[in-house]
């Protein structure tokens, strides 16, 4: 697996990683599909994908447990993210919150957490003291957020006194890019890494079947012999600071998504996709 440096850290990490809202249940957590979803976590895993993103709501909790299981016995050769939900970042929320991830996902320690949104009502400066003070303690390698605007990013960044935001988890896709207007060149330039979510727009992207723009998608991945989700994949890869986590359960789905990198598309059929999807 193609692997980018993840923020200024020299760490690297999977371009591909495995998204996982709707493992272990949406809103409310389920356990039906865990056996399913734990295989589909193994396969990405062998095919690559050494990089899993879940969060303490998804599923109430049981998306962390069932990446847990998932894992076991190969842990430490893992880039593992979670995220503390932005109603729990007070002080004393995201420490109590990180406790639990830590305990649901039979870890030590966490590569990266996340802020999953943000929250107006409590100041930045108290969160990220207590994010830092997971770092000092070596629960936390990594601190990133999530659905940050530029002006959230610089308050993130100044609010930390000795470490970096690394990362920035936001949607992006062939057809949802208004992170290209501001956000990617901020990024870009300040060397923070977008983790683009919903990459193939909620797998929109492989059943839309009208208008001209899907038509030259379709042209592309017939000259490339790959399949939408693939060039749709690789297309979001081709950007420098950008790696993405598609979130798939159906094996087949693991299968095609790894199959996304190891080529690229020419610079004329990035252009055309860059045209088609403006
Ligand atoms: N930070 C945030 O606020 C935030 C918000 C949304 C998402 N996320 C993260 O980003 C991850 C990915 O986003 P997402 O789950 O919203 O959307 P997505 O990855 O764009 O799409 C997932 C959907 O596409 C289907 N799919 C996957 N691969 C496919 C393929 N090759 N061909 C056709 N369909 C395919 C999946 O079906 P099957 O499952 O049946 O395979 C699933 O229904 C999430 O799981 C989560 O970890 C974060």
């Known amino acids: 697996m193609e692997v980018k440096t993840l923020g200024i ?3 690297q990490i999977p371009v591909l990683g495995l998204g996982t809202w709707g493992i272990g249940g949406l809103s409310n957590r389920n356990s039906g599909n865990d056996e399913i979803d734990i295989q589909a976590i193994r396969l990405g895993l062998e095919l690559g994908m050494r990089f899993v993103d879940t969060a303490e709501m998804y599923g109430r909790g049981h998306s962390e447990e069932v990446v847990a299981e998932a894992i076991k016995d ?5 880039f593992l993210a979670t995220k503390v939900s932005g109603e729990h970042l007070a002080y004393d929320g995201v420490l109590r919150s990180c406790e639990a991830s830590l305990r649901r996902l039979r870890t030590r320690y966490l590569d990266l957490y996340q802020i999953h949104w943000p929250n107006t009502r409590i100041p930045l400066s108290e969160t990220m003291k207590a994010m830092e003070r997971l770092v000092d303690e070596g629960k936390v390698r990594h601190i990133g957020v999530s659905n940050f605007s530029v002006r959230q990013l610089n308050e993130a960044q ?13 949607e992006y896709s062939l057809t949802e890019r208004s992170i290209e207007r501001d956000l990617l060149p ?8 977008i983790i683009a979510y919903s990459p193939l727009a909620r797998g929109q992207i492989s059943s839309q079947a009208h208008g ?19 060039v749709a994949l690789n297309w979001l890869l081709l950007k420098p600071t950008v790696v993405a986590i598609p979130k798939a359960s159906n094996l087949d789905h693991v299968r095609e998504n790894a199959g996304s990198v190891g080529w690229s598309l020419s610079e004329e059929q990035k252009e055309r996709l860059n045209e088609a999807f403006k």
Do not use: P
């Open 9 to 11: 850290t020299g760490v």
């Open 74 to 78: 190969q842990r430490e050769s893992i």
């Open 186 to 193: 901020f990024a870009e330039k300040k060397k923070i890494t």
């Open 158 to 170: 100044e609010a930390l006194s000795k470490t970096r935001v690394v990362s920035n988890q936001v």
């Open 212 to 230: 001209d723009r899907w038509i030259v998608l379709d042209q592309i991945a017939k000259i490339t012999h790959k399949t939408r989700s693939q």
